[in-house]
């Protein structure tokens, strides 16, 4: 069965941490994504990865860097944590260019930062 | 650049027939998805669409005409746990899947 995990469900931390997300996809998909979600905002694109040691911003890559160092794990990394980052981050992963196929969601992560 | 509008909200009865549309504007195009969202959930998929015309699947339908940059997603035979988010997305060139803000549809008994 597919599956994306993600490290955490809930996080709290504070103003100015360093936060790690962690995504791992077990489909062997080139392609992984970093969404973050907001009431009346909607899915918003933060980094997208189609390989190893590849990434290309999305809408709102502003406060937040991406680390792909092996297939299967996409980080998304909040150098310097501000209340503004408080939402619902989610990865998803995707077979790469194959036409029909659906992107896979992990099951979200939402971050408080107090 | 990319713009991708659905609905906000949509209500609709029990039994009864809905049509989500979505229009969008991106720099280019290689497919649409509907994905549906529960409160608090991850989005699951419903469909994709990559050439003109449309799909069936069950309840649920979607139709796509790229000349036009319209889709819309038909839902029949209303349950209630069809209550849900309704998101729209666009695959680009570049394999980037860019979402619309989504549609909440509220179904009466």
């Known amino acids: 069965d597919v599956k994306v995990t993600q490290s955490s469900r809930y996080l709290v931390k504070r103003t100015g941490e360093k936060v790690f997300l962690e995504c791992v996809q077990d489909?062997?998909?080139?392609?992984m994504f970093w969404y973050r979600q907001d009431p009346g905002l909607g899915l918003r694109l933060i980094y997208f990865?189609?390989?190893?040691?590849?990434?290309e911003k999305g809408d709102i890559p502003e406060g937040y860097s991406v680390s792909r160092e092996k297939k299967e794990r996409f980080s998304l990394i909040l150098e310097s944590a501000s209340t503004n980052q408080t939402s619902m981050y989610l990865c998803?992963?995707?077979?790469?260019?194959?036409?029909?196929?659906?992107?896979?969601f992990g099951q979200g992560t939402r971050l408080t930062v107090v | 650049g990319q713009n991708i509008d659905q609905p906000t909200e949509m209500t609709a009865t029990e039994g009864a027939i809905v049509q989500i549309n979505c229009t969008y504007q991106t720099s280019g195009f290689n497919g649409l998805f509907w994905y549906q969202q529960h409160a608090g959930e991850a989005p699951t998929f419903l469909s994709y669409n990559v050439l003109d015309g449309l799909e069936e699947k069950g309840r649920f339908s979607s139709f796509l005409s790229r000349s036009k940059g319209y889709s819309y997603l038909l839902l029949k035979e209303l349950q209630m746990k069809d209550s849900a988010s309704y998101l729209c997305?666009?695959?680009?060139?570049?394999?980037?899947?860019?979402f619309g803000k989504g549609t909440r549809l509220h179904i009466l008994p």
């Open positions: 990865s189609y390989d190893v040691k590849m990434k």
């Open positions: 998803a992963s995707r077979l790469q260019g194959a036409s029909g196929t659906e992107a896979f």
């Open positions: 489909m062997d998909h080139e392609n």
């Open positions: 997305a666009v695959r680009d060139m570049d394999d980037k899947i860019i």
